[in-house]
């Protein structure tokens, strides 16, 4: 009797593309503290990373988003759907530590990465998170996810990517709800530079790029609780000739390079956390008469040192379109913003008066001292991603050292 005909071989199914929707395989996960699983593609780097869940709604400039060191401990998911899709450079990053891997431990994304499409483009996006230990999941609803951190705040969260989709979802799910959160948590000193470093870079231009300073008559020391170098350009275009020094700097340190003008930067964590190294030294700043500018984490110490409170705010403000209103010219500018913590309006004391508010919740995002030239502001006027409305702010600073020396 003739041998039945062996049954072809069942072809294996071919290996997965990257970021393919049609394939079934899960190799990524979202464990939110509640115990709620997200599952999607994994990107970037392999691994799990705990962090806050936020999003952030700037339709480009993900890069310097996800160098900015404000971010650290942050997962950011990106509400414009295409990330990626313009590949990835050198010279787009934000962070001034490049030794450090300052910035958020992972991202979400909607749709799977296209090839690179842009000239600047020297890296896929998705090489580019793995270099830099990114954790990052695609493929999964981030309406769906924002609004629900709308609605119930931004919730810590494990984000892991398992090529071969293998997780212990348990542990994940403890990971995640064991996790204490940003509250309390002092990170600026973990992102900031170490040394000292001389800043001449300006800002970028479409027909040279970036070009060296060659005047720049006012001397001003920036204290890098996780400085955006955006911020060092704008300063430099305004006619800075820029010193950073880490944030563990002491005040008279900084007074002994007999700076113009002294800033302080943006940076992560809780401003109320961030102990001896800072606070203190600002009120010595402060106290010293020199014009002093702040952005964001240096804008909530600065409140702090002037006796104000911050508190951590319900979905923070993240993203590249936000109103705020500018009090001491009535001007309404749009604004790039990322913060999760805000200074207290109501705690602000006798001698400081809010300068800026934001017109999506009325929270407060800006300050002065009545009779000494010290101001900060909430947002990130140096717009990177963004539109550059508050360039005028660094301007501002150069007139107060200016008014200062007269
Ligand atoms: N961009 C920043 O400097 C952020 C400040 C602070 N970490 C916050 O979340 O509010």
């Not at 340190?253 to 800033?263: E, Q």
């Not at 809780?270 to 804008?299: Q, W």
Request: aromatic content about 8%; overall charge neutral; glycine content about 10%.
């Amino acid at each position: 009797m003739p041998s039945p005909k062996k049954p072809a071989k069942a072809k294996k199914p071919a290996r997965p593309q990257f970021g393919d929707w049609d394939q079934p395989r899960v190799t990524a996960l979202l464990v939110l503290a509640d115990g709620t699983v997200i599952e999607g593609f994994g990107i970037g780097a392999e691994g799990e990373a705990v962090g806050e869940v936020c999003f952030n709604t700037a339709m480009t400039g993900y890069q310097e988003v996800l160098t900015d060191p404000s971010y650290a401990g942050q997962i950011v998911t990106f509400t414009f759907p295409h990330v990626g899709n313009v590949g990835t450079n050198d010279e787009d990053i934000e962070t001034t530590n490049l030794a450090a891997h300052a910035g958020v431990v992972g991202c979400v994304i909607k749709e799977a990465i296209t090839e690179p499409a842009n000239y600047r483009s020297a890296r896929h996006f998705d090489k580019w998170l793995k270099a830099r230990g990114i954790i990052g999941l695609s493929g999964i609803d981030t309406r769906a996810l924002t609004a629900r951190i709308r609605e119930h705040g931004m919730p810590n969260g494990v984000i892991a990517h398992n090529a071969k989709g293998k997780f212990d979802v348990k542990k994940l799910k403890k990971m995640a709800a064991d996790w204490p959160g940003l509250v309390g948590l002092d990170l600026a000193k973990e992102v900031s530079l170490t040394q000292r470093m001389h800043w001449d870079e300006m800002l970028w231009d479409w027909k040279d790029g970036y070009q060296t300073a060659k005047s720049s008559p006012w001397k001003v020391v920036a204290v890098d609780y996780g400085l955006k170098r955006n911020i060092l350009r704008c300063l430099t275009s305004a006619g800075c000739d820029v010193t950073v020094v880490p944030a563990t700097t002491k005040a008279e340190d900084i007074l002994a390079m007999k700076p113009d003008g002294v800033f302080l930067s943006n940076g992560p964590g809780d401003p109320a956390a961030t102990g001896e190294y800072a606070v203190p030294e600002i009120k010595k700043l402060v106290a010293s008469g020199k014009p002093v500018f702040g952005i964001c984490l240096g804008h909530q110490m600065l409140g702090i040192a002037l006796g104000a409170k911050t508190v951590k705010m319900h979905q923070g403000h993240h993203g590249a379109n936000h109103p705020v209103k500018d009090f001491t010219t009535n001007k309404v500018e749009i604004v790039s913003m990322n913060h999760g913590f805000a200074v207290d309006r109501d705690s602000l004391p006798a001698g400081v008066v809010e300068t800026h508010v934001s017109l999506f919740d009325g929270s407060n995002a800006g300050i002065a001292l009545k009779d000494r030239p010290v101001f900060s502001v909430q947002h990130h006027p140096e717009a990177s991603p963004g539109p550059q409305d508050s360039h005028y702010l660094f301007r501002r600073f150069v007139s107060y050292m200016e008014k200062a020396k007269r």
